[in-house]
């Protein structure tokens, strides 16, 4: 079956729709964390609600126990006993956000900040960390949750191993899907040293996801821009 003028004029231009070749641009765009700048932050961490955590999961006893029942507002955890250490509160200064770990008697430590956010569901968003060259020994573990009836399920985990190396990249990045309106994001570090480990960030981003459709040129001999144009592998043009 051949397309006739009625669908493409003699200089290549569609006139019927869905005969453009299309290309897809994707962009990250918006900021959806509140106060993910820890100089913009000062101290103001070290006053932020903080819990500690005796539950055998410390990441979903805090969330239960002392839920983020404001949007845009950090809240605080760290681990207790019998079963954990208590490796401090995380706390923010001088740029910096500090979460706090440390094993003690065989017992591993838990601390982090965690909060409710404001997104529309189904969209991709990005989340962007900023570590440091701080020689604190450690995983940082970057995790998205959504509410699921009386508690928490997790929609996404990602880890950065501590310290940085001459070379590493020290940005993490990570996608999640917004599975309800209020996801929450929490940050955790944990360390297999036995001495105070306090690992550190100075940014955190939350983007959007955009995604834009736009036509595809090509430049013939002459340096004349063109739209590729869709031709199904049974048809052909005619411009008679």
Do not use: C
């Not at 681990?79 to 591993?108: R, V």
């Not at 999640?176 to 960030?201: C, P, R, W």
Request: glycine fraction near 8%; proline fraction near 5%.
């Amino acid at each position: 079956m051949a397309l006739t003028t009625q669908a493409i004029t003699q200089r290549g231009i569609a006139q019927q729709s869905g005969l453009d070749t299309l290309s897809s641009i994707i962009n990250y765009t918006g900021e959806f964390i509140n106060f993910g700048d820890a100089f913009d932050y000062g101290t103001t961490l070290n006053t932020d609600t903080d819990y500690a955590s005796v539950s055998a999961t410390p990441h979903i006893g805090a969330l239960v126990n002392s839920p983020p029942t404001v949007v845009n507002q950090w809240y605080r955890y760290h681990t207790d006993a019998p079963i954990f250490t208590n490796p401090g509160s995380p706390t923010s200064g001088s740029g910096f956000f500090n979460i706090k770990s440390i094993l003690t008697g065989g017992l591993p430590s838990y601390s982090g900040i965690y909060q409710k956010l404001s997104l529309t569901t189904g969209k991709e968003y990005k989340i962007t960390i900023q570590t440091t060259s701080s020689a604190a020994i450690g995983d940082l573990y970057i995790n998205t949750y959504t509410p699921s009836y009386s508690t928490y399920r997790v929609t996404s985990i990602k880890l950065k191993e501590l310290p940085n190396a001459s070379g590493d990249i020290s940005m993490v990045e990570s996608t999640f899907i917004a599975e309800s309106k209020h996801d929450i994001i929490l940050i955790y570090g944990t360390t297999l040293q036995t001495s105070n480990q306090t690992l550190v960030m100075s940014n955190i981003s939350i983007q959007e996801k955009q995604e834009y459709l736009i036509p595809v040129y090509a430049t013939d001999m002459f340096g004349n821009a063109h739209k590729v144009l869709r031709l199904p592998l049974d048809e052909k043009v005619s411009l008679e």
